[in-house]
């Protein structure tokens, strides 16, 4: 029974990559952001009348166009983006590299960027729609720049989009 | 991300997190975590799962429905349908997290941000 609890556990990765780029050679582990308090808005009316935003890390792309805004704007480096709510799931993709890519894919874009479920919940009528954009955010090194900047711009187009909640996803 | 989601909450937008890394989310701390115990890059259903994709959306709203305190993790009761193994191969020398041109974009990356950084333009 032991056993089988164990290969319940979740992985901790902030322990797993240290090690891991300790053997690479890297001595300074990364700092990961940590706060003792954290921010907490209640929902303010039922999900049937909030409009959603997607946003996410997932490095989306859109094929066959530019989303670009910043020709900095890149992973490591940080960046907001905007990807149209209503683009087909099959111009989506992902070339991401930071994910598992021996034991998973990035070929279905619902599995990290659910936007077609969200299309459904919206024709179903669990939600009331979503943003005209979804967001897309570049991680970035620099935790001061995703506070005083990337988070800040995010903020500013879910209300410009009239966001009530986000659905927010690191991939 | 999770950084994001803690700003938005501090300006009134309440957000739900869909994530695989749940010791970093919840190392950094946000409003309402769904966790899917989940290879990196599937955080919200295994690829071509419709069914499952469309139960964790369900899972996070409900989450937002009913959280009332931060911190307020819930975890998904799907399994990774190959097998739990790559629990114990991710990070691994077995599994290099980047290699080959991965690894050369991650470098040329962090080179950039190294640069723009002297610049002071992050």
């Known amino acids: ?40 808005t209640p929902l303010a ?57 021996h034991a998973t894919t990035l070929e279905d874009v619902n599995a990290f960027f659910p936007s077609a479920r969200l299309h459904e919940a919206v024709a179903s009528g669990r939600i009331a729609g979503l ?12 935790q001061r720049r995703t506070m005083e900047r990337d988070a800040p711009e995010v903020l ?16 | 991300m999770s950084l994001v989601s803690r700003y938005l909450e501090e300006n009134g937008v309440p957000t739900v997190v869909m994530a695989a890394a749940r010791d ?10 769904l966790h899917l115990d989940f290879p990196l890059g599937s955080p919200c259903g295994e690829p071509f799962n419709v069914a499952q994709q ?12 009913t959280a009332e305190d931060p911190r307020t993790t819930a975890e998904a009761p799907f399994v990774w349908s ?19 041109e991965d690894e050369q974009d991650w470098l040329r990356k962090k080179e950039l941000y190294k640069s723009l950084k002297a610049e002071g333009k992050v």
């Open chain 2, 54 to 65: 469309r139960d964790a959306l369900e899972l996070a709203f409900q989450l937002l429905e």
């Open chain 2, 82 to 100: 190959e097998g739990e193994e790559w629990k114990a191969l991710v990070f691994t020398e077995a599994r290099p997290w980047k290699s080959g």
């Open chain 1, 45 to 101: 009316k039922p999900l049937a009348e909030c409009r959603v935003a997607l946003v996410s890390t997932g490095e989306v792309e859109v094929r066959g166009a530019d989303l670009s805004e910043d020709e900095n704007q890149m992973g490591n480096v940080g960046g907001v983006y905007s990807i149209p709510s209503d683009t087909p799931e099959d111009r989506l993709f992902s070339a991401s590299h930071s994910y598992d890519k």
């Open chain 1, 131 to 142: 943003t005209d954009r979804f967001i897309g955010v570049y991680n970035a090194y620099s």
């Open chain 1, 1 to 40: 029974m032991a056993e089988g609890r164990k290969t319940m556990t979740y992985v901790r990765y902030i322990d797993k990559t240290r090690e891991y780029y300790r053997s690479q050679g890297y001595e300074k582990p990364y700092q990961w952001a940590h706060f003792d308090d954290v921010p907490f």
């Open chain 1, 156 to 171: 500013k187009r879910l209300r410009e989009d009239g966001a009530d909640i986000a659905v927010m996803v690191p991939v």
């Open chain 2, 24 to 33: 970093i989310v919840e190392h950094c701390g946000v409003a309402r975590m």
